[in-house]
């Protein structure tokens, strides 16, 4: 097999990118427009689909609802047989009352863009692999992973099989230009920047009684969730400046009058690994225990998918930051792209990179508010964001193409993987 000119492969997924950009403008508008929350983005799921429809011609596969999920799809692409499978990850739910608020429209059109520009260029580069010696045999996915904002879809993706024998998983994620910084148009910070994330719902029950008539006959729940909340305020004071804890009241009551019998709060608890977050999580239980014994008040635990923290696979960052500054883009390796360098957030991607070398890069939009804003929202919408996502999904798919095409660098994706997953 006959090494890839990296300068044959921009020129093919530039090509690929000038080919696509109507469409990928059209269903990026369109996921922006009618954002859907969580597993119930069925509009997203058929219009993605739709698209890959019309190129059922160029060899692509459609299966919808894939994996017993009923938004999420898998779309494919094979090329002889054996080889090497790379997934670009198409996020697209968005937030309660604020629509695509993380920019989640911008993620599936990257990986849309990442998916067809890799396809594109591997066609071209090997486009024989029956009668040619350089020829190789290999796949690429499409993978819809719904519901990262809340309910873990990759999670349920991993379950059943969705990342089995994959070689590397892709894709990048929006965020703001912060005031004073310099306007750089992505990072391979990727990996080392999300933190491990347990949530938990807690319901107390108490006993009901009237308020004032007869106060001392009732077990205040209420009581229970401030009780619990001043513990675990003052348990911040002495946790590392790595690990959150932040929570809301679900549920405080119904009317003044009436001792409340039954509140709800609800907890995220992140640490930097999954290794910490356990430690973490039973000193915030034990907030919570404290709350219901002071009150005379039972508890109940609620929780949903817990998120990984993100392996960082060095191999892939690097030739992403690499690949985007030879196309011209400003890139950087940042500190936060360094173990022990972290952000504030959390993801379904993080246990996705327990399972197979994962990309996680950001890219950066103007807009006049943080992630999880309406002024967010906005950016997410606009033509500027719409060409960083493009630009960045140039740089997604010439490291997938030397993923598939490039035995030495996969080998060396594969080898930081095992060595950090240890």
């Not at 549920?251 to 009058?257: T, V």
């Not at 991607?349 to 950001?362: A, D, I, K, Q």
């Not at 740089?395 to 095992?418: I, N, S, T, W």
Request: proline fraction near 4%; charged fraction near 20%.
């Amino acid at each position: 097999m006959v090494k890839m000119k990296q300068a044959d492969v921009i020129e093919n997924v530039r090509k690929a990118l000038d080919k696509y950009e109507a469409r990928l403008s059209e269903i990026n508008q369109k996921i922006w427009s009618n954002p859907e929350l969580a597993f119930e983005e069925y509009n997203a799921h058929d219009n993605i689909c739709a698209l890959f429809d019309t190129l059922s011609s160029e060899g692509y596969t459609v299966k919808r609802s894939a994996y017993g999920i009923k938004t999420a799809f898998e779309i494919t692409y094979t090329l002889g047989k054996g080889g090497r499978t790379i997934v670009y990850n198409a996020e697209y739910d968005s937030l309660p009352g604020i629509g695509h608020a993380c920019g989640h429209n911008l993620i599936a059109t990257s990986s849309i863009a990442s998916f067809l520009a890799t396809c594109e260029t591997m066609k071209t580069l090997y486009p024989d692999t029956n009668s040619s010696p350089d020829s190789i045999g290999y796949t690429v996915r499409l993978l819809g992973t719904p519901a990262e904002e809340g309910g873990g879809g990759k999670l349920l993706l991993i379950n059943g099989g969705a990342y089995k024998n994959v070689d590397a998983a892709f894709m990048v994620h929006p965020f703001p230009v912060l005031s004073g910084a310099p306007d750089l148009l992505s990072s391979s910070s990727c990996s080392g920047m999300y933190l491990a994330n347990n949530k938990v719902a807690v319901t107390f029950t108490g006993k009901p009684a009237h308020a004032s008539a007869a106060p001392w006959e009732g077990v205040n729940a209420l009581d229970a969730v401030v009780a619990a909340y001043v513990n675990i305020s003052m348990l911040r004071q002495q946790i590392l400046p790595t690990q959150k804890i932040h929570g809301v009241v679900l549920r405080g009551g119904e009317r003044p009058n009436v001792i409340p019998a039954s509140t709800t709060v609800e907890y995220y608890i992140r640490s930097e690994t999954v290794g910490t977050l356990g430690p973490l999580t039973e000193r915030v239980l034990r907030c919570f225990e404290a709350a219901a014994q002071a009150t005379g008040c039972t508890l109940e635990y609620k929780w949903e998918p817990a998120y990984k923290d993100m392996l960082i696979n060095r191999p892939i960052c690097e030739d992403y930051m690499h690949a985007m500054n030879e196309m011209g883009y400003i890139t950087i390796y940042d500190a936060a792209g360094q173990e022990g360098g972290l952000s504030g957030g959390s993801t379904d991607m993080g246990n996705v990179s327990y399972e197979v070398p994962g990309f996680h890069g950001g890219f950066y939009i103007q807009t006049d508010g943080v992630n999880h804003t309406p002024q967010f929202t906005a950016g997410a919408g606009s033509e500027e964001g719409f060409q960083r996502s493009l630009a960045c999904a140039a740089g997604m798919a010439v490291v997938g193409c030397r993923v598939l095409g490039d035995d030495g660098f996969a080998g060396a994706v594969r080898d930081d993987f095992e060595s950090r997953k240890k």
